[in-house]
């Protein structure tokens, strides 16, 4: 919204679920009550329905809370030691069933720590990976971000999730396709730069997965956003090439 006394800033989806929440008493019962609204295909589970914060500690031994603060380094000299949860969560019961009846689990791209690191954290999560039978696949981001992932290339994104949760990916698809330099050098004035593709074997799917579409924000959105996207249509078929070789 542009304008409004406390809509200002805020997007409709998330005033959306914020009053399906306040009705219903929960995330859970938001969730359900929203996909019967837009008549959604499939299930949405939160990865945990406890109350938490994010807390960050980066290698020089400070510490954060609260996703909000990530962008505070501003010089991107302090490096992401780890990241958890403030309280401890436990899995979410429903989550933690598909995880260990999939076939397949996908995981990315998003916020390497804010939403990606953050939902691996929740107690159980790492057991439940360890013990599921799917096959693990990570999609590689397509930008790197310069308060959290500065420098880092395809591998180093890789092997941190791998860490966290002691399992190897099966698979990971990553983007060959060019960025355009304008939007490239608009990145830059930002320190974000494509994310550098230090992947090979034959675990790897390489593909021009990036959308035609060239998000534009706001004025008066005040989150951090991309302008680039994965093409939904390009990734998904990306995805179901994988299911040739299960």
């Given amino acids: 919204f542009e304008k409004g006394e406390g809509l200002k800033g805020h997007n409709l989806g998330n005033l959306i679920l914020t009053a399906l929440q306040d009705m219903a008493g929960s995330t859970t019962s938001a969730l359900e009550i929203a996909e019967r ?6 299930k949405i589970y939160p990865v945990t329905t406890e109350d938490v914060q994010l807390e960050v500690e980066y290698e020089d031994g400070s510490t954060i809370v609260g996703e909000h603060l990530l962008d505070d380094n501003a010089s991107g000299s302090k490096k992401i030691q780890e990241v958890r ?4 969560a436990i899995l979410y019961d429903e989550a ?3 995880i260990l009846m999939a076939d397949m689990i996908v995981i990315g791209p998003g916020d390497y720590y804010a939403s990606i690191m953050a939902a691996l954290s929740v107690n159980g999560m790492k057991e439940a990976l360890q013990k599921s039978k799917a096959k ?3 999609i ?3 930008m790197t971000r310069f308060t959290q992932t500065n420098g880092m290339t395809a591998s180093d994104h890789i092997k941190g999730i791998e860490r966290y949760i002691g399992r190897s990916f099966d698979w990971s698809i990553v983007n060959t396709g060019k960025i355009p330099q304008e939007i490239e050098n608009t990145y830059k004035q930002e320190k974000e730069f494509p994310v550098i593709n230090d992947l090979s074997g034959n675990s790897i799917i390489e593909a021009d ?3 035609t579409f060239v998000f534009q924000k706001n004025g008066v959105d005040i989150a951090h956003r991309s302008l680039l996207r994965h093409d939904p249509k390009k990734l998904a078929k990306a995805i179901m090439s994988i299911f040739l070789h299960l």
Avoid: T
């Fill in 140 to 142: 590689v981001n397509l």
């Fill in 136 to 138: 693990l696949v990570y």
């Fill in 37 to 42: 609204i837009f008549q959604l295909e499939g």
């Fill in 96 to 98: 933690k069933k598909e």
């Fill in 85 to 88: 949860l403030c309280p401890p």
């Fill in 209 to 211: 997965l990036l959308s």
